[in-house]
């Protein structure tokens, strides 16, 4: 071929081994948020597909079965394009280095990144060529592997924490179970384990799933419960606990709710979510006051202490859940997961007592 031919050849296969390179290892390796475009670019596409597929017109249910399959099926596109983009990347260095045509060059390179060995090049350019792409191939394949454990690993340490909320909050859950819970078991003083607990889920959620950005969109295994969702619950657990319940305001639950906007603002600045950098009581939030009341009638029923200045827990209730409720409410469509519905505690059974002796239980 003539030079100039493989001089740009090179040239290309040099450039597209760099990207693949610098996907991976931003993608698999680096310990840090890092928005990588080819992963992106990835990402979306895979994205639009399986929204065509959920579309909204299906159940939840069938939605959340189909969406279940996105992040293992970007995972997997993540490898087959790099190791296409390798083929390709070497088929071009291998012309560089010789190769008279390019379909031999694309034989030679299929062979070598798939460690075949039904075809090799000839010379020491060529030959060395081969290895390098087979250790490339090789090592692409092994990140995908050694990434796959760290990643589960992250997703179990999250869901653990939202299964065990059950216990607290109902299924799905809350934040009107929370509260109902606590004074169905009286232990209004057991909540400061559930906001120190949640604090700390907060702080690891802002680390794991602003790194390895595909966690956020791995859901809960069961159908009934979302990470989102149960954030979002505690969240207003603790900002109806600090407004409204006639008791001393907990500071932990306070802490919580800090370590919750603060960790995710993490995750929004990756995907870039809007949120208002400097919160105004005159922000509006998602959350009505004919939402707040229903609840708040909800809880006196159940027999939670409440402050008689309803309009003083409203403004309360509004400077503590302002910090969060853009980005809240934007996850929720982000990583299709369903809103709670405040209205729904004008319907919902009340939680009966069940710390009390002498119960008696009927068949």
Known sequence: MAIWVRVISGCVGLTLL??????????????????????????????KIFQM????????????QVLSL?????????????????????????????????????EISGSSIFTLGTTSGHGGAQIALGFIEAGTGLTLLALLISFIPTLYAAFQRREISVSRLSVRAGVPA???????IAQSVNA???LDELWREWEQ???????????????????????????????AAVLDAAALFNAVVDLTPSPTAG????????NLRRVADYFEVRYPEKVLRKTPIAISREEFDIVLAR?????????ADREAGWRDFVGWRINYDAIIEASYKLFSCPRTDWRAASIEPLVEPSNQRGRIVED
Request: net charge positive.
């Open 255 to 262: 802490l919580c709710i800090r370590s919750g906007w603060l």
């Open 174 to 180: 809350t934040p009107w179970g929370i509260l109902e």
């Open 188 to 190: 209004y003083d057991l």
């Open 18 to 47: 760099v990207l693949v390179l610098d996907a991976a290892v931003r993608t698999f390796l680096l310990p840090r948020s890092a928005r990588v475009r080819l992963s992106s670019i990835t990402a979306r596409a895979v994205s």
């Open 70 to 106: 996105f992040p293992s099926i970007v995972l997997l596109s993540y490898q087959a394009l790099w190791l296409a983009l390798t083929l390709i990347a070497f088929a071009f260095g291998l012309v560089a280095a010789g190769v008279t045509n390019f379909a031999s060059a694309f």
């Open 53 to 64: 597929f959920a579309g909204s017109k299906r159940s939840y249910a069938k939605r959340d």
């Open 201 to 231: 889920w907060f702080i690891e959620v802002g680390e794991t799933h602003s790194t390895l950005t595909i966690l956020n969109f791995y859901r809960s295994p069961t159908l009934d419960q979302t990470w989102i969702g149960s954030a």
């Open 299 to 307: 809880l006196e029923r159940g027999g939670v202490p409440l402050i």
